[in-house]
């Protein structure tokens, strides 16, 4: 299965938009209930007016909150960031430190976001159990567990360690474009053939194939060996034209 996961989803990468370590922790912790492209519409702005720690540790409260408050939860977001800058500064010189166990005892930041961190910013490989990866290792039964730690120790143990952050970002990619919470695509999924929850969703391809999503879409469908809507070309064409996909 990773291997065709490899082989869906080449274009698998860290959809937040981010230039350095800092940028990419502020990105994640906005990303909390948000979405990447919500959260790339903002930083631009963020990142220009604080470009370091020391920047966000003594950031106007009221002006980083109408900063990040499309990204929702505006008041805590802005609240994390001022304490995350204050902490790097206070214990790290101002920079991100690159060992998971200081990552985790700063502020607005958890194992899912250090393991973002560690594999996109230090290349140190991690497994980022979000929503869709919790969802899509249970569908696959690579494991029952459901706190996001012991998911992360079970997987870890069926993967190669340098595979990890790859992994995740295709893992989460198909959980994004194929493999919904809702209604999987589950006829133009090319893992079909090896999933234990085949029939979750649609196993018709042309009612399948409706439901890919993402700018690869008749792409997707193409390698699932089924027929792509018109709607979903037209929508792939778009897509690709305009940007990232905003799945959540």
Known sequence: MARLLAETHPDA????DHGNALELAVATILSAQSTDK???QVTPKLFARYPTAADYAA???TEMEEIVRPTGFYRNKADALMKLGQALVERYGGEIPGRMTDLVTLPGIGRKTANVILGNAFDVPGLTVDT???RLVHRWKWTEETDPVKIETAVGKLLERR???MASHRIIFHGRRVCHARKPA???CTLAHLCPSYGTGPTDPVEAAKLLKGPRAAELAALAEVPAPAANTAEARHKAAVGKDDTP
């Open 59 to 61: 950031a106007d409260r």
């Open 132 to 134: 869709h990866f919790q």
């Open 163 to 165: 595979d990890w952050t």
């Open 186 to 188: 589950c006829g133009a």
């Open 38 to 40: 919500g959260v790339n």
């Open 13 to 16: 990468h860290c959809e937040l």
